[in-house]
C-alpha cells in the first residue's frame, strides 16, 4: 500500500515546479475594489472641511458614492476633545459641549431620492489606540448624584480596552456607531424646530440652536445664513442621529428614509463599547475608522417612520457568558423630585414615595443599586462603579403593565473582571 505522502507527492511537486518557474504576486497583493475614503485632516472639526456638528438640509455633500460600493469614514471622538492618557479631571470640566458631536460627511448616495429607504451595512470599524469614558457635570443619567468631573483613560485594540484607571477590569470591543443618520428636508427641520422650542418652553431639558461653535461655520456659525435653523445633534430624531443603539454592530444593517436627495448620510461618536443606557453620557469614546456600504431601497421610506436595524447573530455574540442583575422600581424618598421631573411643576410628585408606570425612575433605581452593588462587592469607587455601568451594564425594560410599579432590570456583563 502506498503512504499517503507518496500519494501526494506529485502534487506537491507541480506546485513546486510551478512556483519556481513564474514570479507570482502574494494573495495579500490581491485587492478587492478601492473604497472611497472620506478622510479627516486636522486637528479638530473646525479644521476639517469633512466635518460638521449640527443638522440641516443645506450642509453640501463631500463625496459621492455608487450604491454598493464600499467606503469608509474616518471620524473623531464624540467631544471633539483633546483627551489624551495624560488628561485629568481638570481638562473634562474644561470640555466645552458645544463641540459635540463631530460628524464626518455628509455622503451622497448616487441615485437616492427623497421617498427612498436607504440600507447601510456596517463592514468594519477600527478603533484609535486611545479611548476615554468621563463624567461631565451637568451631564448624564445621574447627573445630580455625580457632580463632579472624572476621567478614565483606556488603551484599545481590536479585542478589549483596558485602563489603569480601572485594573482588573477588560471591556470586550462590540464598536458601533453612536450617531449615524441622514440629512432632513425642509418639513423635517421645521417640524423639530416648532416641538423642540414648545418643549423648552414648558421647561423642559432641550437644547435649542446655539450658533457658538456650529459647524459648518457659514450656515449654522453665529454669522451663519441659518444660525437659527440648525439643530444640535444630541437628541435622535426620526433620521436617526445619536441612537446610541449598542446593537448595531459590524454585520448589522441600518435603515433610514431619504428626506432630500442622495439622502446625506453622516456618522460619527463611534463607541468602543457601550452598556445599554450609557447612564454617565458617555461610553467608551473614541476616533474610527468606519468602512460602509448602502444600497438604495426605493420607496422604501414609506415602511420607516425612524431608524430601523436589522442583523444575524449579533445580539447572541453581545451577551455575556456570566451576569449579575439588580431590579429597579418607581420608587422615591417623600419630599424629592426627580431631577427629569421638576420641569412638570412638584406640588403633586414630592409628597409622594411611589410613582406610577415611570421608567425613568425605575431605571435610575436599577442604576443606583447596581452601583452600590459594584461599590460593596468589586470594591470600586462610586465614580468607578458609574463609569462601568456605564460602558457594561445593560439597562433592560423587565414589564410595563404590573402598574404602579413597572420594573428596570440592569444587566452586569460579569466577563469584564479580568485580571491583569
Request: with cysteine.
Given at each position: 500500500?502506498?503512504?499517503?505522502?507518496?500519494?501526494?507527492?506529485?502534487?506537491?511537486?507541480?506546485c513546486?515546479?510551478?512556483?519556481?518557474?513564474?514570479?507570482?504576486?502574494?494573495?495579500?497583493?490581491?485587492?478587492?475594489?478601492?473604497?472611497?475614503?472620506?478622510?479627516?485632516?486636522?486637528?479638530?472639526?473646525k479644521?476639517?472641511?469633512?466635518?460638521?456638528?449640527?443638522?440641516?438640509?443645506?450642509i453640501?455633500?463631500?463625496?459621492?458614492?455608487?450604491?454598493?460600493?464600499?467606503?469608509?469614514?474616518?471620524?473623531?471622538?464624540?467631544?471633539?476633545?483633546?483627551?489624551?492618557?495624560?488628561?485629568?479631571?481638570?481638562?473634562?470640566?474644561?470640555?466645552?459641549?458645544?463641540?459635540?458631536?463631530?460628524?464626518?460627511?455628509?455622503?451622497?448616495?448616487?441615485?437616492?431620492?427623497?421617498?427612498?429607504?436607504?440600507?447601510?451595512?456596517?463592514?468594519?470599524?477600527?478603533?484609535?489606540?486611545?479611548?476615554?469614558?468621563?463624567?461631565?457635570?451637568?451631564?448624564?443619567?445621574?447627573?445630580?448624584?455625580?457632580?463632579?468631573?472624572?476621567?478614565?483613560?483606556w488603551?484599545?485594540?481590536?479585542?478589549?480596552?483596558?485602563?489603569?484607571?480601572?485594573?482588573?477590569?477588560?471591556?470586550?470591543?462590540?464598536?458601533?456607531?453612536g450617531?449615524?443618520?441622514?440629512?432632513?428636508?425642509?418639513?423635517?427641520?421645521?417640524?423639530?424646530?416648532?416641538?423642540?422650542?414648545?418643549?423648552?418652553?414648558?421647561?423642559?431639558?432641550?437644547?435649542?440652536?446655539?450658533?457658538?461653535?456650529?459647524?459648518?461655520?457659514?450656515?449654522?456659525?453665529?454669522?451663519?445664513?441659518?444660525?437659527?435653523?440648525?439643530?444640535?445633534?444630541?437628541?435622535?430624531?426620526?433620521n436617526?442621529?445619536?441612537?446610541?443603539?449598542?446593537?448595531?454592530?459590524?454585520?448589522?444593517?441600518?435603515?433610514?428614509?431619504?428626506?432630500?436627495?442622495?439622502?446625506?448620510?453622516?456618522?460619527?461618536?463611534?463607541?468602543?463599547?457601550?452598556?445599554?443606557?450609557?447612564?454617565?453620557?458617555?461610553?467608551?469614546?473614541?476616533?474610527?475608522?468606519?468602512?460602509?456600504?448602502?444600497?438604495?431601497?426605493p420607496?422604501?421610506?414609506?415602511?420607516?417612520?425612524?431608524?430601523?436595524?436589522?442583523?444575524?447573530?449579533?445580539?447572541?455574540?453581545?451577551?455575556?457568558?456570566?451576569?449579575?442583575?439588580?431590579?429597579?422600581?418607581?420608587?422615591k424618598?417623600?419630599?424629592?423630585?426627580?431631577?427629569?421631573?421638576?420641569?412638570l411643576?412638584?406640588?403633586?410628585?414630592?409628597?409622594?414615595?411611589?410613582?406610577?408606570?415611570?421608567?425613568?425612575?425605575?431605571a435610575?433605581?436599577?442604576?443606583l443599586?447596581?452601583?452600590?452593588?459594584?461599590?460593596?462587592?468589586?470594591?470600586?469607587?462610586?465614580?468607578?462603579?458609574?463609569i462601568?455601568?456605564?460602558?457594561?451594564?445593560?439597562?433592560?425594560?423587565?414589564?410595563?403593565?404590573?402598574?404602579?410599579?413597572?420594573?428596570?432590570?440592569?444587566i452586569?456583563?460579569?466577563?469584564v473582571?479580568?485580571?491583569?
Open positions: 500500500m502506498k503512504s499517503r505522502f507518496v500519494r501526494t507527492m506529485p502534487v506537491v511537486a507541480v513546486l515546479i510551478g512556483s519556481g518557474s513564474i514570479a507570482s504576486a502574494d494573495t495579500s497583493d490581491v485587492k478587492g475594489p478601492a473604497p472611497v475614503i472620506v478622510a479627516k485632516s486636522g486637528k479638530h472639526c479644521d476639517d472641511p469633512n466635518c460638521f456638528n449640527r443638522i440641516h438640509h443645506a453640501k455633500p463631500v463625496a459621492h458614492v455608487k450604491p454598493g460600493q464600499p467606503f469608509v469614514l474616518e471620524t473623531r471622538d464624540g467631544l471633539d476633545s483633546d483627551l489624551d492618557f495624560n488628561s485629568t479631571r481638570q481638562d473634562v470640566a474644561a470640555l466645552n459641549l458645544n463641540l459635540c458631536h463631530p460628524l464626518t460627511g455628509p455622503v451622497y448616495i448616487e441615485g437616492a431620492k427623497r421617498g427612498d429607504a436607504l440600507a447601510v451595512t456596517v463592514v468594519d470599524i477600527a478603533p484609535d489606540d486611545f479611548g476615554s469614558t468621563t463624567i461631565v457635570p451637568g451631564f448624564g443619567f445621574l447627573r445630580d448624584v455625580f457632580p463632579d468631573p472624572f476621567i478614565v483613560h488603551e484599545l485594540n481590536r479585542l478589549e480596552a483596558r485602563s489603569r484607571d480601572m485594573p482588573g477590569i477588560a471591556v470586550p470591543n462590540n464598536a458601533f456607531m450617531t449615524v443618520g441622514v440629512l432632513p428636508d425642509k418639513p423635517e427641520l421645521d417640524k423639530w424646530l416648532k416641538r423642540e422650542q414648545a418643549l423648552a418652553d414648558a421647561g423642559g431639558a432641550v437644547l435649542t440652536p446655539q450658533p457658538v461653535d456650529a459647524l459648518p461655520l457659514n450656515l449654522c456659525g453665529a454669522d451663519g445664513t441659518a444660525k437659527n435653523e440648525c439643530v444640535r445633534t444630541v437628541p435622535p430624531r426620526e436617526g442621529g445619536n441612537v446610541d443603539a449598542k446593537e448595531t454592530v459590524v454585520g448589522t444593517t441600518l435603515l433610514f428614509p431619504c428626506f432630500i436627495d442622495g439622502c446625506g448620510l453622516f456618522a460619527g461618536d463611534v463607541h468602543f463599547a457601550m452598556g445599554g443606557g450609557e447612564v454617565a453620557g458617555t461610553a467608551i469614546e473614541m476616533g474610527a475608522k468606519v468602512r460602509l456600504q448602502a444600497k438604495v431601497i420607496g422604501g421610506a414609506s415602511q420607516l417612520t425612524t431608524m430601523h436595524f436589522e442583523g444575524d447573530s449579533q445580539l447572541k455574540k453581545l451577551a455575556p457568558s456570566s451576569f449579575y442583575a439588580v431590579t429597579g422600581l418607581p420608587l424618598s417623600e419630599g424629592e423630585v426627580p431631577v427629569y421631573s421638576t420641569y411643576g412638584g406640588q403633586k410628585i414630592a409628597p409622594l414615595a411611589n410613582l406610577s408606570e415611570d421608567l425613568t425612575l425605575a435610575r433605581n436599577a442604576t443599586n447596581m452601583i452600590d452593588f459594584l461599590v460593596k462587592t468589586k470594591g470600586l469607587t462610586r465614580e468607578q462603579a458609574y462601568l455601568v456605564s460602558v457594561a451594564v445593560d439597562l433592560n425594560i423587565s414589564q410595563v403593565v404590573d402598574f404602579p410599579n413597572v420594573g428596570v432590570t440592569a452586569l456583563n460579569r466577563d473582571f479580568k485580571p491583569e
